[in-house]
């Protein structure tokens, strides 16, 4: 059975730091890129950071870079999202999704994804 579950979200203060797990199982990890997206209540689904498992090419988007570090642990098939200097407009539903790599590491479209997790709730309060 494939799975993604999400962990770690919770709710933070401002200028605060969250850890996101993202455990993969059922499919063969290194054939994947793992994205991370979002999606605030009446908001449109954001990609949020993507990585590469075979060649570990990351990527950011501009509304997080240098604030969120993706990384992965290939013996544990386990992405994590640390989340630093947390703003009240990163509150979301934080989800994870796996795209075939085939597709390209440079980036994860949404639309491309063959498994999503469950989400995690990030709040962030002011």
């Known amino acids: 059975e494939v799975q993604l579950v999400e962990s770690g979200g919770g709710l933070v203060q401002a200028g605060g730091s969250l850890r996101l797990s993202c455990a993969a199982s059922?499919?063969?990890?290194?054939?994947?890129?793992i994205g991370w997206f979002r999606q605030a209540p009446g908001k449109e689904r954001e990609g949020v950071s993507c990585?590469?498992?075979?060649?570990?090419?990351?990527s950011y988007a501009d509304s997080v870079k240098g604030r969120f570090t993706i990384s992965s642990d290939n013996a544990k098939n386990t992405v994590y999202l640390q989340l630093s200097s947390l703003k009240p407009e990163d509150t979301a539903v934080y989800y994870c999704?796996?795209?075939?790599?085939?597709?390209?590491?440079?980036?994860?479209?949404?639309?491309?994804?063959?498994?999503w997790g469950q989400g995690t709730q990030v709040t962030v309060s002011s």
């Open positions: 059922g499919f063969t990890f290194d054939d994947y890129a």
């Open positions: 999704a796996a795209i075939p790599a085939e597709y390209g590491t440079s980036w994860c479209p949404a639309s491309l994804a063959d498994y």
């Open positions: 990585i590469g498992i075979s060649d570990s090419t990351t």
